[in-house]
Each structure stands twice: as C-alpha cells, then as structure tokens.
T-cell receptor, first 114, second 114 residues
C-alpha cells in the first residue's frame, strides 16, 4: 500500500522554541493532507486540513498562528509548532489522501516540550 | 453530523479467548465508509479493514472478523483466539461521502494477558 512518512519520529525541545514536523507521501501525490493530535489514552483529534497550494483549514479551537501548516507540494506538508510549551506535548499524526480519496496515515511524531 | 461510539474503554482477556470490540456509528449520509485501525504501543496506526455502506457482507481475515449491521448501525470487530500481540488500542472510524474526513471513535484498549 501507499506509504506516508513523518520526520522526526520523536523530538524533545525546550519551552519557547519552535519545532517543524514533516509529512511526506512517498509513492503517491496527496492533494490533501490532514494533521491530527493525540493525547495519551485519547482518540485522534483533527487539527487541520491542508490542500496543496492553499491555506490550511483549521478546526475550531486550534490556533492557526501557533500551529503553522504549509503544503507546498503534492508530497510534502509541514506542521510547525511555534513557541512550544509543555502543554503542546503530544503525539502528532499526519495522513495523506490520494486522488481516489484513500487515506494513509503516517507513523506519528512524539513531541515532548520541556 | 457523524459520530462513532466505542463504548468499551478497556477490555482485558486471557490469551486464546475470543473478544469482540463494539462500534456504533451515526450518520445521515447513505454513502459512507467504516474503518478499523490498530494502534500498538509504538503509536503507528495500522489499517485493518474498510467497508463501504453498500456492502453488508461480513468479512473474515485469519483470526479477525467483522460484522457490519446497518439495521443497528454497528460495525463490530471480533478477534478469535486472542494473542498477546493483539494488545493495542483499536479505533473505529467513519468517513462520509461528503467530507472524506474521518471521524474516530474514542478507541478501545485491548489487553491480552499470557
């Protein structure tokens, strides 16, 4: 099946710094990518939907200035957590949707803010 | 609006027992897709099955089987002869034909003891 990668898989950063997470579709073009956040023992919560070449659509309650999403190409979307704080520590998962509307999930990135 | 309910938060069984994970969904769309994903401790979402709303046939894949009942809006998942490696969180998800954005249930944590 199609493969979606995320980098890094784990990151630890200090409070106040920014962290960038990459999501790549390796063998298909993804017109749409999704970013999810998952707190321990909880479900996946959709943060935003990003379409290639246009601004991301954020879900209610998600700060767009804090979670910057860029979808510059059909195979790459990035999520930047700006001025990270300990409460931003979470598991971030991306998914990519192909032209047939099949959706493939990345392996996730575990962010720890100290 | 769509909704997925996984009423079982945690299930604990002993190896070789059969176990059924429940999933009840709500949607007004007539075209929709139901999914099951497995999330082991590593965090990566593993796709298990997709079923569309027009196909009510039950499916069996090895020790896994799924029972789709439109009359009760349920898509239950049974693991036969459970193994320790089945220990994970299992998510049921719904995609409707309109949005193609999945709605996840809260997940059921399955613990299989040796």
């Amino acid at each position: 099946g199609a493969v979606v990668s995320q980098h890094p898989s784990r990151v630890i950063c200090k409070s106040g710094t920014s962290v960038k997470i990459e999501c790549r579709s390796l063998d298909f073009q993804a017109t749409t990518m999704f970013w999810y956040r998952q707190f321990p023992k909880q479900s996946l919560m959709l943060m935003a939907t990003s379409n290639e070449g246009s601004k991301a659509t954020y879900e209610q309650g998600v700060e767009k200035d804090k979670f910057l999403i860029n979808h510059a190409s059909l195979t790459l979307s990035t999520l930047t957590v700006t001025s990270a704080h300990p409460e931003d520590s979470s598991f971030y998962i991306c998914s990519a949707r192909d032209v047939g509307h099949e959706q493939y999930f990345g392996p996730g990135t575990r962010l720890t803010v100290t | 609006a769509q909704k997925v309910t996984q009423a079982q938060t945690e299930i604990s069984v002993v190896e070789k027992e059969d176990v059924t994970l429940d999933c009840v969904y709500e949607t007004r769309d007539t075209t929709y897709y139901l999914f099951w994903y497995k999330q082991p401790p590593s965090g990566e979402l593993v796709f298990l099955i997709r079923r569309n709303s027009f196909d009510e046939q039950n499916e069996i894949s090895g020790r896994y089987s799924w029972n789709f009942q439109k009359s009760t809006s349920s898509f239950n998942f049974t693991i036969t002869a459970s193994q320790v490696v089945d220990s994970a969180v299992y998510f049921c998800a719904l995609i409707t034909g309109g949005s193609y954005i999945p709605t996840f249930g809260r997940g059921t944590s399955l613990i299989v003891h040796p």
